[in-house]
């Protein structure tokens, strides 16, 4: 059977998945590959239906359909995030690059356009997994937990971004991929070429320098660090960007 790393990160030997999508047709053919692919599958026809199964048992990354009766896709992504950390993909039959956007923005970490063939989903899913749970996945506890800069802390345990006051700022798994990735490497100059094997997701279309600075301006505008006179990720003219900051690791 051709599945994932072997061990959840909740300790089972199986990664558990939420499939959330009001089409009975499309529900079961997802569970149905998915399943092929080694996964233990749930599915929901609508928000209630996910929610109860989220507070049923644990589920490692949901698949969320964008078009639902009652709250839509994005209300359930926004509302999702400001309670769980949970990667997501989103599902939807519109093309147009402001709904992607919107989609990334609320907190989703990938996003597939209706109609797509069930196994490059099965390979997103793969690709989103492996970003999220690869490194918690092996005993390395002699590595930092957590990060701090500029009075911001990384949790790298939590996948959480809080401010000097101690508030959360929701992060997408790609924005807190990429801010990890800069502070290992502070100080030094980082080419869109090496940001983008942390930023994209291959397949994607939109796996080019332009995903880079679209998640450069979404992570600068959740740290408060203005595009056009930056401080904190700044722009190194012809070569890439630098995380402009003492990082002390605990």
């Not at 203005?226 to 630098?242: F, K, N, Q, W």
């Given at each position: 059977m051709n599945s994932l790393p072997a061990v959840g990160p909740h300790g089972d030997n199986r990664h558990t998945l939420l499939i959330v999508d009001d089409d009975r047709e499309i529900r079961s053919l997802l569970a149905e590959q998915l399943e092929k692919a080694g996964y233990t599958v749930h599915t929901a026809a609508d928000g209630a239906g996910m929610f109860a199964v989220l507070n049923s048992g644990a589920i490692d990354l949901i698949i969320l359909d964008l078009n639902l009766p009652g709250e839509d896709g994005l209300l359930l992504c926004r509302e999702t995030r400001s309670r769980r950390n949970i990667p997501i993909i989103m599902l939807t039959a519109r093309s147009e690059p402001v709904d992607r956007v919107i989609g990334l923005e609320v907190g989703a970490d990938d996003y597939v356009?209706?109609?797509f063939e069930p196994r490059e989903l099965v390979a997103r899913v793969r690709s989103v997994m492996r970003r999220t749970y690869a490194s918690s996945a092996a005993p390395e506890s002699h590595l930092p937990r957590r990060?701090?800069?500029?009075g911001w802390?990384?949790?790298?345990?939590?996948?959480?971004?809080?401010?000097?006051?101690?508030?959360?700022?929701?992060?997408?798994?790609?924005?807190?991929?990429?801010?990890?990735?800069?502070?290992?490497h502070a100080n030094d100059v980082l080419t869109r070429e090496q940001l983008l094997t942390v930023a994209s997701t291959?397949?994607?279309?939109?796996?080019?320098?332009?995903?880079?600075?679209?998640?450069?301006?979404?992570?600068?505008?959740?740290?408060?660090?203005?595009?056009?006179?930056?401080?904190?990720?700044?722009?190194?003219?012809?070569?890439?960007?630098?995380?402009a900051a003492s990082v002390t690791f605990e």
């Open positions: 356009t209706k109609p990060a701090r800069f500029r802390i990384l949790d790298f345990e939590a996948r959480r971004l809080t401010d000097a006051k101690g508030r959360v700022v929701m992060l997408s798994g790609a924005e807190f991929s990429l801010l990890k990735f800069f502070v290992e291959p397949g994607s279309a939109d796996s080019s320098s332009q995903r880079v600075d679209l998640q450069i301006s979404r992570l600068r505008h959740k740290l408060g660090d203005d595009a056009r006179s930056a401080e904190l990720i700044m722009t190194v003219r012809s070569h890439g960007y630098v995380l």
